[in-house]
């Protein structure tokens, strides 16, 4: 299992848009910059994320992008599924039917619940983190995640 390309680098573009001082906008060099990208594949990417209604743009010399909500009220998991989608869908097994038409485990699949589980764990986890929460230092983001993992953990406790 691993992050997309859209899904890391919209994220990261998204922190820096977050972090960002002031009411200017921040233009696309500026972010391209920032995350190490081409300008055209941070275009692509804050085009993505301005369809998704996470950023607004300006038009103009001085245009730019801005959130279109506080960060503290956008959670890590709506970036995540409206740049990639789910970490595991129904159509899954679709697309993973070995060399027949359909997978010979479509009525009984017992791997099925484990990456039904997976995908459920990771959402509760990610819907606890905020855009605010990844725009300070990493010891800061990790505090913050340790913190989420706690009181996931005290409202569904993992038995061994």
């Known amino acids: 299992m691993h992050l997309s390309s859209p899904e890391e680098y919209g994220l990261r573009c998204l922190v820096q848009v977050a ?18 990208l081409s300008p055209e594949y941070a275009a692509k990417l804050m085009r993505l ?19 279109c909500r506080p960060a503290g009220e956008i959670q890590v998991w709506e970036i995540l599924q409206a740049l990639g989608g789910p970490v595991f ?13 359909t997978c010979v485990h479509t009525g009984d699949c017992s791997i099925r619940p484990l990456w039904r ?18 725009c300070g230092q990493e010891d ?6 340790q913190r989420s993992e706690e009181r996931l953990n005290r409202q569904l406790p993992v038995v061994l």
């Open 19 to 36: 972090r960002a001082p002031g009411p200017a906008p921040l233009t696309i060099h500026q972010i391209a910059e920032a995350e190490g």
């Open 89 to 101: 869908s129904e159509e899954f097994c679709d697309t993973h039917p070995g060399q027949l038409s």
């Open 117 to 134: 589980a997976i995908e459920g764990a990771l959402g509760r986890l990610l819907r606890t983190v905020s855009l605010a929460d990844l």
């Open 49 to 67: 994320l301005r369809q998704r209604r996470f950023v607004a743009s300006t038009r103009g010399a001085a245009g730019g992008y801005r959130l």
């Open 140 to 145: 800061d983001s990790q505090r913050v995640i």
